[in-house]
Structures are given as C-alpha cells and as structure tokens.
C-alpha cells in the first residue's frame, strides 16, 4: 500500500531532461525499485514528522549542481506560516549553495536508510555527486528548484522566511510552501542521532489522546 | 544501578528551607520512591540527549514561585559554548518568567513520566503549582535558581545567551552552563511528540560508528 513498483532506466545525469523538464533518475540502471508514494500534506501539520527530532536529508541546488546533506540540529518554530529552524554549519557545501539560493528541501529518510545517511554525511558535495554516488532518486519539486528524494517518507519544500541570525549561528528559518508525504506507515521508523555514531530509533507509537485538553493538542 | 532509594517525608512546600537552602521534596509524604541518580556531565555533550528531540520539562523560577512546563520545540546550536535554541510561546506562564530572569532547567523525562507529561502541558503554573499537583521532586541547582526535577534522567541548567529572536518567533538561545545525567540506562527511552496526542518512542540504539570517518562522529 505504500510503495509503488518503478524502473530507473537512466545513467547520472543530475538535472531535468530539456525536452520533459521531468528529474532523471540516477546512476541505477534498469532495477526495480520500492519507493513510498507521496501524497499532498498540510503543511501547518509538519510537527508531525519534524517535532520528533529525526535526522533530516536536506537538498539543494545551484545553477546545474545538486546537492544532499544530513542534519540532526533543527526545530519547528510556528503553525502557519509553517517555519522551521535549521543550523546549516557554513563548513557545509550545502551552506554556500542554500545561502545564495533561500530554497532547499527536507526529506524525511526511515531506517531503511541508514547506511546511506551516515555516508552522505561522511562526504561533500564539493567532490561527488551525492545523488549519483549514493543511488539516490531525485523527484521534482513543485515550488522550489531543490529536489525531493524518492526514497524518502516525506519531502518538505522549503524557502528562506529570515537570516536574521545566519551570521551569528548558521541558523536558517525556513517557510515549509510545501509538504509530501507517504501515507503508510502512520508512524515510520526514524532515525535520531545522538553523537559518537550512534542513533536512537522511533517507531513504537503510543497514544495519549484522552488526556489531552482538546485545545492542546 | 540507575536508582536509589530516597524518601519523600515532606509536604508540599515549594521552595528552599531557609535554614539549610536545600531544596524540599513535595506533596508526597512517607513513599518510598526511585530517583535516576545523577553525574556531572560534560556542558558540550549534551547533543546526546538533546538532538533525538525528546519531549522536555523546562523548569523556571520568579521570586519564591517555580514552575514546569512540556516542551517539544528546540535544537541544539553549538557544542562550545554550548548552545540550544527553545521555542516558549508567549502564552505560556513560564515565558514570563523565563524572559524576566534568563534562566531555566531543561530536564529529561522518560517513558515512566508519559502520563505527567501531557498533564503538565495540559495546565497553567498560573492556576497551580506543578510540582505540588503531580508530585515532581525538585533538587536545587548548581548555578541557576530553577530547579531540577529529580525524576528525571537528565538536567541542563541554562541561562540565556541571546534573545535577538524572542520577540519575533519567542525563540530563546540558551548556553548550557552545567549539566547532570544518569548514567544508566545509557540510551533512556524517550517521548517525541507527533501532535494529536501521539508520541513516538525511542529507546533502541543502533551503532554505524564503524561507517563514520572520526571526525563526522
């Protein structure tokens, strides 16, 4: 229910195809994949994925470059406009490229991936092509230039709402303008980091809606 | 290991003794109750417990009145000063007096505290007192006037570092100025909070230390 069944024909490329200006797929070459189907979310809803503090792929892209970075240091900050705050440390590729361009997204990997965030955060897209290298699918955003990844539960769609403290802390607050989201699993197996390579994982879910005043929810 | 027994002989009183400072216990007379016991623990460290996102309890204290609030919005900034960010909404009775004296405690509940959790989300320190109404034991503090709740794993006394974003988006930036934690369970399990009365656990680790080059650890 919560995957589709699709084919990455293509080599590398990294950018849309001029003719379709649909995203290619990277470096696998006619394999079947799973990926979670995505859907439209709210995006005043998207605590429900980033308020539990998981480790985050965070895209970007500049003129024909893409690039991917992993992130543990964020928090939501407001409802609607739906902000969140992100520390990019400036020895980052990543950095540069969202400075100058105000749009990433954030996408939501699940244990499937973990092996994969580790080496993408061991490595920089000053010397690879991250996508390429690691396997990635990446899918077309709708708003921003930045893409999504397939592989991900969810994708978060990203602009710069204030650098007021970028200077001081690396700290960018985003306006999420769009949120994708698969629909199962309800409650997917996250990824929380706690230094010294290791990471905590979330999945059990437990309910404590009957004593929740209703406005606090 | 992680516990001692402590006994709880007092009635609900809510601040220091003036003949010894100490603090006193509330509201729970005669129990024979058991606390993690608590270590110091390095300021710049505190990542490991922080960046998994856990739901928090941030204490405060205004002149003779302390308080306890449930908090899900925050990051850790920087390792050295030690540096994290927390969102306190301004309806909050503990904004106040959080804005008014700089300081808080940011304590670690685990699963054993679900229940206490929500209730002290769901209430105002201005109609009660949180620590009296759910049984919290506070311990003084090493350098702020807040305290500590003994049932917790972990506390991070904190005093403001910079409020250049309170006004905007009531974004406080703490440096953690000392920290306590239990030392075991190593990995304590954790709430995070989804909204909607769902919170996810976190309680299993898995190491990829092996895949991590040593200085992205």
Redesign the interface.
């Known amino acids: 229910m919560d995957a589709i069944i699709d084919t990455n024909p293509h080599e590398c490329d990294g950018f849309p195809t001029k003719t379709t200006g649909a995203w290619q797929t990277h470096c696998v070459k006619d394999q079947k994949m799973r990926y979670p189907k995505k859907y439209d979310f709210p995006v005043h809803?998207v605590?429900?994925?980033l308020?539990?503090?998981?480790i985050v792929l965070v895209t970007s892209r500049l003129q024909d470059k893409t690039n991917v970075m992993t992130l543990?240091?964020?928090?939501?900050?407001?409802f609607s406009p739906s902000?969140v705050?992100l520390?990019i440390s400036s020895g980052n590729h990543s950095f540069r490229m969202i400075r100058e361009t105000g749009e990433c997204v954030i996408n939501l990997p699940t244990?499937k991936l973990?092996?994969t965030v580790?080496?993408i955060?061991?490595t920089s897209g000053a010397d690879i092509d991250k996508f390429c290298e690691f396997g990635l699918t990446p899918d077309q955003a709708s708003v921003v230039k930045p893409p999504l990844i397939r592989d991900c539960h969810a994708g978060f769609e990203c602009r710069l709402h204030?650098d007021?403290?970028v200077e001081?802390?690396n700290?960018f607050?985003f306006e999420v303008v769009k949120a994708h989201a698969a629909k199962t699993p309800k409650?997917p197996e996250?990824l929380?980091?706690?230094?010294?390579?290791?990471?905590?994982?979330?999945?059990?879910?437990?309910?404590?809606?009957?004593?929740?005043?209703p406005g606090?929810?």
Chains 1, 2 share one sequence.
């Open positions: 809803q605590r429900r994925y308020e539990p503090g998981p543990g240091w964020h928090t939501v900050l407001e902000l705050g520390m244990t973990t092996d580790v080496r955060g061991n204030d007021a403290l001081r802390y700290f607050i409650h996250t929380h980091y706690t230094g010294d390579g290791v990471f905590m994982v979330a999945g059990k879910a437990i309910s404590r809606r009957s004593l929740f005043r606090m929810l």
